[in-house]
Each structure stands twice: as C-alpha cells, then as structure tokens.
C-alpha cells in the first residue's frame, strides 16, 4: 500500500507562471488536505476536499489558488500567476475519515 | 479560534537522556490530537495518534500523553539517539473544522 504520493517534489517557476501540484491519496482515502509550510514556520490549513467536492477552503488565498479532487485522477493544486511569496513546501495528506492524517513528501515550490 | 504551542522551541540533549517536548493547546474541544516527525527537507512522518477520549499512547520509546481539559500533551522520548534528531511537531485536529493545527515544533538534537 504505497503512501501518500506528492510530484514533483521540487517545482521552479518564474514569476507569473503557473504551478501545478498533484497528490495521490493512499489507496481508500477520499479525504485530501493542502497544506502550506512557508520558510521558518509552522504547517497552515489551507484546504479540505472529498472527491469532487471543496469541504473547507478557509486556509486558501482568495486569489489565483485552487484545488480540485476530481472523481478520477490526483488532486491538484493550482497556483495561477506565482509570486516570489508563493515560495513554500506544499504538503498533501489524506485519511480513510476525520481520523488519523497520513502526509506526503510534499512539493517545494520555488518562485524565481 | 485553535491555537497550539510548543516549548522549547530548540533542544539539544546528550545520546542516552530521557527527555520531554510539550504542546498545548487553546481550544480543548479536540477529536484527536497527533505527533509528527519531520526531518530537514523531508515531509512529516505520523509518530502516535491520540484520540480525545485517551490518556496516552506508546509506540517503542515514544509515549505521548493527553489531558484535554488543561489543553496539553507531553512526547515523552526515552534513551534518546542521534537518529533521533528532527523536528517534532504536535497537531490538533477539531472535529467540527476537519483539519489540523500546527505546532510551530521543537528542533531535537541528539548529540554523541
């Protein structure tokens, strides 16, 4: 039973580029969590899916971030038009339920 | 508003001490509470889930303690080891939020 699957692991873009993110849940997980760790600090929310629905978006930037857990295929993380503060390690964890979290790789994204 | 912290900040212990890294937590209408590991440039490794109507929980030489209504838990590490060294990060998880707030972790250094 593979774990949580993050790719890439290491993302560079140029300011204003998009950046794409995909995370495979654990096989029987339909719960998928973003979370951001930027430089020097703790891991923030930023958003809860079940497939192919958005539960919790509270911890998403209002501008050019999304993220999708379609019916088929990874989730995705969507950031439109980086900015150097985009710079971060973008972790994705998932769960059977409201239970333990099991975490990926994550993605760290560097805007250049 | 679930605000979790973590004390000390940075430890460094000798190979072989028994030792303690604390988290406590603002809100204590919690559904579980979890400690991770995170190594340097690594993603976050689930060490014990505690749930809100446990006291404890033990795997090897972690034992993790919870007592809700003072909002705190204790990872108690014992014989520690050079291997032992990471960042160790305690996590609540609210039940009507669906999500896990971070500590900002405890920097171990176990040194020979």
């Known amino acids: 039973n593979a774990g949580v699957m993050q790719n890439p692991r290491h993302l560079v873009r140029r300011r204003g580029q998009e950046a794409r993110l995909r995370c495979s849940p654990m096989k029987g997980h339909s719960h998928v969590y973003w979370y951001r760790q930027l430089p020097e600090e703790g891991l923030k929310f930023m958003v809860y899916l079940q497939k192919e629905n958005i539960i919790d978006e509270s911890g998403m930037p209002k501008e050019r971030f999304s993220a999708e857990f379609p019916k088929e295929g990874p989730s995705i993380l969507r950031i439109q038009q980086v900015v150097r503060g985009d710079s971060a390690a973008y972790f994705c964890?998932?769960?059977?339920?409201?239970?333990?979290?099991?975490f990926g790789q994550g993605t760290r994204l560097t805007v250049v | 508003k679930q605000e979790v912290t973590q004390i000390p900040a940075a430890l460094s212990v000798p190979e072989g001490e028994n030792l303690v890294l604390n988290c406590s937590f603002t809100?204590?209408?919690?559904?579980?509470l979890q400690w991770f590991r995170q190594d340097p440039g690594k993603g976050l490794t689930s060490l014990l889930l505690i749930q809100s109507s446990q006291r404890e929980q033990t795997s090897g030489r972690l034992n993790a303690s919870l007592d809700k209504s003072s909002g705190r838990s204790t990872l108690y590490i014992a014989a520690s080891q050079p291997g032992d060294s990471a960042t160790y990060l305690c996590?609540?998880?609210?039940?009507?939020?669906?999500?896990?707030?971070f500590g900002t972790g405890t920097r171990l250094q176990v040194t020979l």
């Open positions: 809100d204590s209408a919690i559904y579980n």
């Open positions: 996590a609540v998880h609210t039940g009507t939020a669906s999500k896990l707030t």
């Open positions: 964890a998932s769960s059977p339920g409201q239970i333990e979290a099991f």
